[in-house]
C-alpha cells in the first residue's frame, strides 16, 4: 500500500523560505514520480511541481519557476519542495502525490495522480 506523508508547512512572512518533505513508502516499482499540489480557499488544486525517481527533468508551474526547487534523498523515499520567496498567494494546502507516470507526462495533470497525502497548510503573511 503507498503511503506519503507530508510535513513542514506553517506559518511565515512573505519573502521567507519553508521546506516541505513527503515521506513516500509502498512503491512496488522503484521508478514513479512525486508531485506536489496546492489548493487555496475556493480555488482548483493545481500542480506545482514534479520529479520522477529514475531520471529527467522536474517540472514547475510558471508561477513558482525560479523561486521553488523539488528534490530528494533516495536513501530516505523522501522528496522536498524547498520554497523561497514565498508570496501571500502561495498561501495554501500543499500535498503531495504519486504515480507511476513519468513527471515528463503527468506533471502538473491532478487525474494523473493514483496516489495522495494528507496536506500540509502554508501560510504567507504579508
Known amino acids: 500500500e503507498v503511503q506519503l506523508v507530508e510535513s513542514g508547512g506553517g506559518l511565515v512572512q512573505a519573502g521567507g523560505s519553508l521546506r516541505l518533505s513527503c515521506a513516500a513508502s509502498?512503491?512496488?516499482?522503484?521508478?514513479?514520480?512525486i508531485g506536489w499540489f496546492r489548493q487555496a480557499p475556493g480555488k482548483e488544486r493545481e500542480g506545482v511541481s514534479c520529479f520522477s525517481s529514475s531520471n529527467g527533468s522536474p517540472y514547475y508551474a510558471d508561477s513558482v519557476k525560479g523561486r521553488f526547487t523539488i528534490s530528494s534523498d533516495n536513501a530516505k523515499n523522501t522528496v522536498y519542495l524547498q520554497m523561497n520567496s514565498l508570496k501571500p498567494e502561495d498561501t495554501a494546502v500543499y500535498y503531495c502525490?504519486?504515480?507511476?507516470?513519468?513527471?515528463?507526462?503527468?506533471?502538473?495533470?491532478?487525474?494523473?495522480?493514483?496516489?495522495w497525502g494528507q496536506g500540509t497548510q502554508v501560510t504567507v503573511s504579508s
Open positions: 509502498g512503491f512496488t516499482f522503484d521508478d514513479y514520480t
Open positions: 502525490a504519486g504515480t507511476y507516470t513519468p513527471c515528463t507526462v503527468a506533471a502538473g495533470r491532478r487525474r494523473e495522480y493514483d496516489y
